[in-house]
């Protein structure tokens, strides 16, 4: 159980276009979803904590115009890059928790590269 | 200061040896800790859980914590070559958030 997935799994996209990411819980309900990147050979930095139905609350440094987050349902949290430049080439990791303070399963990541 | 540091290593040892690895951590409201183990290109699993200080077994890893030193353990008896992985150690911030370190790459070598 507690299954996560993401999709794509990689994408290669061309600066200056936009490119989404599906975050999905399989097997439970997730009323908390996490977003992180993940740059080589660096940890894993939290960017947004989104919870359904409402706005992400984004961490100091991540521009939420250009992060865009929506948890429109509870097994559903996609995030867009807007307008993306090389700069946001990184591994994108989604978590999800089925209640705050419970435990984060993740999913298996997005290599996104900005040509 | 980073919240959670973790020396990245890497660190190599031969199969069957006991690993050690080690986190500190800065915030002494931390009270959950875990252990995640990310093979490349993967998401994180989760290894080990813990809350507080003590001591958590199961098969060959144990985790410890030690909130008086603030300092974090994962061991691993008899490694294999499939242990070769990054892991991370983390702390829960007050929002539910995880604080992970920088991870330590892991090579068993056969």
């Known amino acids: 159980g507690a299954v996560v997935s993401q999709h794509p799994s990689w994408v290669i996209c061309k600066s200056g276009t936009s490119v989404k990411i599906e975050c999905r819980s399989l097997?439970?309900?997730?009323?908390?979803m996490f977003w992180y990147r993940q740059f080589p050979k660096q940890s894993l930095m939290l960017m947004a904590t989104?919870?359904?139905?409402?706005?992400?609350?984004?961490e100091q440094g991540v521009e939420k115009d250009k992060f865009l987050i929506n948890h429109a349902s509870l097994t559903l949290s996609t995030l867009t890059v807007t307008s993306a430049h090389p700069e946001d080439s990184s591994f994108y990791i989604c978590s999800a928790s089925p209640g705050t303070g419970d435990e984060q399963y993740f999913g298996p990541g997005t290599r996104l590269t900005v040509t | 200061q980073k919240e959670v540091e973790q020396d990245p290593g890497p660190l190599s040892v031969p199969e069957g040896a006991i690993v050690s690895l080690n986190c500190t951590y800065s915030n002494s409201a931390f009270q959950y800790f875990m252990w995640y183990r990310q093979y490349s290109r993967k998401g994180p699993e989760l290894l080990m859980y813990?809350?507080?200080?003590g001591n958590k077994e199961d098969g060959r890893f144990t985790a410890q914590v030690d909130k008086s030193s603030k300092y974090i353990s994962l061991f691993i008896r008899d490694s294999q070559p499939s242990d070769s992985a990054t892991y991370l150690c983390a702390s829960r911030g007050s929002q539910g958030n995880l604080i992970f370190g920088k991870g330590t790459k892991l090579s068993v070598k056969p």
């Open positions: 813990t809350y507080s200080s």
């Open positions: 989104s919870n359904e139905g409402s706005k992400a609350t984004y």
């Open positions: 097997d439970f309900q997730a009323t908390t």
